[in-house]
């Protein structure tokens, strides 16, 4: 089992940058890949960013594409999403979420672990 604890999210004016930082409890974190969701009020959560086991693999929604990066330092237990050119529609609860094993990237039901989440609000 693993505990996912989100940091690094505030209020932010469009065109700023943020970094989000998830700290993952257990001795095992090189065993899980890790994702990014987010929900925004009224919405529902919507996949944003994944990484693979050793983080040789990442994948985005396309609405993120291009302006966030996923990465992971299994050494410290912790997998960022440095999110850059924010904009207002970035507005959202960011949660990090994390399984042993993977069938479809992305898809909420397949991720077994999920942090508290940690607000990002961009100002336009």
């Known amino acids: 089992q693993v505990q996912l604890v989100e940091s690094g999210g505030g209020l932010v004016q469009a065109g700023g940058s943020l970094r989000l930082s998830c700290a993952a409890s257990?001795?095992?974190?090189?065993?899980?890949?890790m994702g990014w969701f987010r929900q925004a009020p009224g919405k529902e959560r919507e996949f944003v960013s994944h990484i693979s086991w050793r983080g040789g693999s990442t994948y985005y929604a396309d609405s993120v594409k291009g302006r966030f990066t996923i990465s992971r330092d299994n050494a410290k237990n912790t997998v960022y999403l440095q999110m850059n050119s924010l904009k207002p529609d970035d507005t959202a609860v960011y949660y990090c979420?994390?399984?042993?094993?993977?069938?479809?990237?992305?898809?909420?039901?397949?991720?077994?672990?999920w942090g508290q989440g940690t607000q990002v609000t961009v100002s336009s």
């Open positions: 979420a994390a399984s042993r094993t993977i069938r479809r990237i992305g898809g909420i039901g397949e991720y077994d672990y």
């Open positions: 257990g001795r095992t974190f090189s065993s899980y890949v």
